[in-house]
């Protein structure tokens, strides 16, 4: 069997191969009103696509704990028992094939509040248009010159949203996933809060290392004591800002060394795996994209570590695929935009390494 269609264990579950769907979002949830954020007939016929094409673990878009914690107003969220009863129906297709749902608990910090990404490029709405509001952040930074410029939170605002992750955690679990991983990548608010580049505070939330991570890690603690100890939890991370692997950028921003301190934390506070991605904080930072180009970044987590990683970022091929796992570099793939392109993408590699994906029992023929 080739290491892409071996299992996975982490904790109590077993997730039946390694090629894994990330998050990604659809902004086709309804913007106001009893069914804001709550997952439609697309997000399912989405979802289930890829659990009939043999994807192991499916993670949903991200789902914003609050309403303003919403990318764009058309997010899904997983803030009232409404959402938690339409994302049952999703969840329960999934296992019947065999995938194993997850969520990817989010709040959008400094970035939300925008268009969906084919209208007017994703432009920021302001807070006096329809379906705008005012974003928050660790700090007063905007995103970009045309972005809002978010609230600063207070102490009392950054313990309500703790409380909000974990508010979402439990409905997470009542929802019928198994696997909950939580958003700290991206430019997002927990990502705000890691990277200098966005945390300008002075209070203990900022500063210093341990200043920045006390918001993310507070977030994961008390996610931790509600979801099972039998089920995993991951974290994605952005594993660099991109800015000090520019010899002629001199911003000050989150680093790869600052990453596998933080993963060891995160391990210490019970997180089983690590998704790692890497940029969106900085808008014009130089990114080095090509094939496989975040991979190094999680391989060395998981050297210096020994904690479980999957890797991302324009992993397309079965082979490619395969060699990042036989080689130790991660420990899983999350594909994104290949699986947009071929839901049956684990079919298909199945077949390339000679391997097999059950089908489901209504392609069976006699």
Request: charge should be negative.
């Given at each position: 069997?080739?290491?892409?269609?071996?299992?996975?264990?982490?904790?109590?579950?077993?997730?039946?191969?390694?090629?894994?769907?990330?998050?990604?979002?659809q902004?086709?949830?309804?913007?106001?009103?009893?069914?804001?954020?709550?997952?439609?007939?697309?997000?399912?016929?989405?979802?289930?696509?890829?659990?009939?094409?043999?994807?192991?673990?499916?993670?949903?878009?991200?789902?914003?704990?609050?309403?303003?914690?919403?990318?764009?107003?058309?997010?899904?969220?997983?803030?009232?028992?409404?959402?938690?009863?339409?994302?049952?129906?999703?969840?329960?297709?999934?296992?019947?094939?065999?995938?194993?749902?997850?969520?990817?608990?989010?709040?959008?910090?400094?970035k939300?509040?925008?268009?969906?990404?084919?209208?007017?490029?994703?432009?920021?709405i302001?807070?006096?248009?329809?379906?705008?509001?005012?974003?928050?952040?660790?700090?007063?930074?905007?995103?970009?010159?045309a972005?809002?410029?978010?609230?600063?939170?207070?102490?009392?605002?950054?313990?309500?949203?703790?409380?909000?992750?974990?508010?979402?955690?439990?409905?997470?679990?009542?929802?019928?996933?198994?696997?909950?991983?939580?958003?700290?990548?991206?430019?997002?608010?927990?990502?705000?809060?890691?990277?200098?580049?966005?945390?300008?505070?002075?209070?203990?939330?900022?500063?210093?290392?341990e200043?920045?991570?006390?918001?993310?890690?507070?977030?994961?603690?008390?996610?931790?004591?509600?979801?099972?100890?039998?089920?995993?939890l991951?974290?994605?991370?952005?594993a660099?800002?991109?800015?000090?692997?520019?010899?002629?950028?001199?911003?000050?921003g989150?680093?790869?060394?600052?990453?596998?301190?933080?993963?060891?934390?995160?391990?210490?506070?019970?997180?089983?795996?690590?998704?790692?991605?890497?940029?969106?904080?900085?808008?014009?930072?130089?990114?080095?994209v090509?094939?496989?180009?975040?991979?190094?970044?999680?391989?060395?987590?998981?050297?210096?570590?020994?904690?479980?990683?999957?890797?991302v970022?324009?992993?397309?091929?079965?082979?490619?695929?395969?060699?990042?796992?036989?080689?130790?570099?991660a420990?899983?793939?999350?594909?994104?935009?290949?699986?947009?392109?071929?839901?049956?993408?684990?079919?298909?590699?199945?077949v390339?390494?000679?391997?097999?994906?059950?089908?489901?029992v209504?392609?069976?023929r006699?």
């Open positions: 069997m080739s290491s892409l269609f071996s299992p996975l264990s982490l904790r109590s579950l077993t997730v039946p191969n390694r090629v894994w769907m990330a998050a990604m979002c902004y086709s949830a309804a913007p106001d009103g009893d069914a804001a954020g709550v997952p439609t007939d697309w997000h399912f016929a989405h979802l289930a696509a890829r659990a009939t094409g043999g994807t192991g673990l499916i993670i949903t878009e991200a789902t914003a704990v609050v309403p303003e914690g919403r990318i764009s107003p058309y997010d899904l969220g997983i803030w009232n028992d409404a959402q938690v009863t339409a994302f049952r129906r999703v969840t329960d297709f999934l296992k019947s094939q065999g995938s194993v749902p997850g969520v990817q608990l989010a709040h959008a910090g400094r939300a509040s925008t268009e969906r990404t084919w209208v007017d490029r994703g432009r920021p302001a807070p006096d248009e329809p379906h705008g509001w005012t974003p928050v952040g660790p700090s007063a930074v905007p995103f970009s010159a972005s809002t410029t978010p609230e600063e939170l207070t102490g009392e605002g950054i313990a309500a949203i703790v409380r909000a992750f974990a508010d979402g955690a439990r409905r997470a679990l009542a929802a019928g996933f198994e696997v909950v991983e939580i958003h700290g990548a991206h430019g997002y608010l927990i990502h705000e809060f890691l990277s200098p580049y966005s945390n300008h505070r002075t209070d203990g939330y900022g500063g210093s290392f200043g920045r991570t006390r918001f993310p890690l507070e977030v994961v603690d008390a996610v931790r004591a509600v979801w099972p100890d039998e089920l995993p991951f974290f994605r991370v952005s660099t800002d991109w800015l000090t692997e520019n010899p002629e950028d001199d911003r000050e989150w680093t790869l060394d600052d990453t596998v301190r933080f993963a060891k934390e995160l391990q210490a506070r019970g997180v089983d795996l690590l998704d790692v991605s890497t940029g969106g904080n900085v808008p014009d930072a130089r990114i080095d090509h094939p496989g180009y975040q991979v190094p970044f999680a391989e060395r987590v998981r050297r210096e570590t020994g904690m479980p990683v999957a890797a970022g324009l992993i397309t091929e079965p082979e490619q695929a395969e060699h990042v796992l036989a080689s130790g570099r420990d899983a793939v999350l594909l994104g935009r290949e699986l947009l392109r071929d839901p049956f993408w684990a079919r298909h590699a199945a390339a390494l000679g391997d097999e994906v059950p089908s489901p209504q392609y069976h006699a």
